[in-house]
Nanobody
Framework: QVQLVESGGGLVQAGDSLRLSCVASGRTFSSIVMGWFRQAPGKDREFVAAITWSGDSTYYTDSVKGRFTISRDNAKNTVYLQMNSLKPDDTAAYYC?????????????????WGQGTQVTVSS
């Protein structure tokens, strides 16, 4: 089992930055592919970014490329999502997810473990 706990959400203005953190516990963190998803009110949960266990490969959805950066610190069992130039459309609950094997993935079904989410609200 892998337990995930997100933090770092909040209320910010358009153009501001936030850094989300996700701490993993349970199984070996270094072998796990990590991802961030988000869900806005009334919408489906969508993929945001993912990172391999080594951190040498990342993938982003088009709408956040150039603004968001995913990274990880395996010594701290933590994955981060640095979000810059935030827009009102980024308003959502952000979820950390993990999959123990395989490559980067963008589908919800590919990830077995999920956190409870942290709310990000961007005002215009």
């Amino acid at each position: 089992q892998v337990q995930l706990v997100e933090s770092g959400g909040g209320l910010v203005q358009a153009g501001d930055s936030l850094r989300l953190s996700c701490v993993a516990s349970g199984r070996t963190f270094s072998s796990i592919v990590m991802g961030w998803f988000r869900q806005a009110p009334g919408k489906d949960r969508e993929f945001v970014a993912a990172i391999t266990w080594s951190g040498d490969s990342t993938y982003y959805t088009d709408s956040v490329k150039g603004r968001f950066t995913i990274s990880r610190d395996n010594a701290k069992n933590t994955v981060y999502l640095q979000m810059n130039s935030l827009k009102p459309d980024d308003t959502a609950a952000y979820y950390c997810a993990a999959r123990r094997y395989g490559s980067l993935a963008v589908t919800i079904a590919a990830y077995k473990y999920w956190g409870q989410g942290t709310q990000v609200t961007v005002s215009s």
